[in-house]
């Protein structure tokens, strides 16, 4: 199963925007420039993860995308299905049915083995990206990840965040 490179971008921003202080946000630009992407290119994920309502996008100049929830209630396969959709990886043709010696419909009464072996691999694939929390992946980057890389990445959150002014009507979640 291949996924498109939307899911890697998506998922690193993601927990970038995890360690953003408060409700603080961070431009799309940064981002893009902080994983050497295109911003538009990028543009379209975070769009989609905001639409998603992983993500929140705040308009104007001192605006950006921050998390839309905490960290810890954002799993992998929350981005995943923002970026790639909800449909199954596989999409049986049943192609059994083609070919030289085609037989009536009724020989096909048991379900394509090829389909329910892939449905159940996608289910099992799917279930471990349902246990795992952006939080998780944050936490074991900080712990596990190199030191440089670490201070590195917190420099360059903490120079292109944007403090946003508190809003009390809005309750913003912790984040981790």
């Known amino acids: 199963m291949k996924l498109g490179e939307g899911v890697e971008a998506a998922i690193h921003c993601a927990a970038t925007l995890a360690s953003v202080a ?3 946000t961070m ?3 940064a ?8 911003p538009s290119y990028l543009l379209k994920h975070l769009n989609q993860l905001t639409a ?6 705040v308009p104007g100049p001192a605006g950006g995308y921050r998390l839309a929830r905490a960290a810890e209630r954002i799993t992998l396969l929350d981005i995943v299905l923002a970026i790639e959709g909800r449909e ?18 009724s020989a096909y009464i048991k379900p394509c083995g090829v389909n329910a072996a892939m449905l159940w691999a996608e289910s ?13 992946i944050v936490a074991e980057y900080a712990a596990e990840g190199d030191p440089r890389a670490f201070a590195a990445s917190c420099a360059f959150v903490e120079r292109h ?3 946003q002014k508190s809003n009390p009507t809005k309750q913003t979640p912790a984040r981790s």
Do not use: H, M, W
């Open 22 to 24: 408060g409700n603080s």
């Open 124 to 136: 099992a694939y799917r279930a471990v990206l349902a246990e795992t929390r952006l939080s998780d």
């Open 161 to 163: 965040q944007r403090p």
């Open 27 to 29: 431009p799309g630009a």
């Open 52 to 57: 998603a309502r992983i993500l929140e996008s």
């Open 88 to 105: 199954p990886a596989f999409r049986c043709g049943e192609i059994r049915r083609n070919g030289p010696v085609k037989l009536d419909a």
């Open 31 to 38: 981002l893009a420039e902080s994983f050497g992407l295109s």
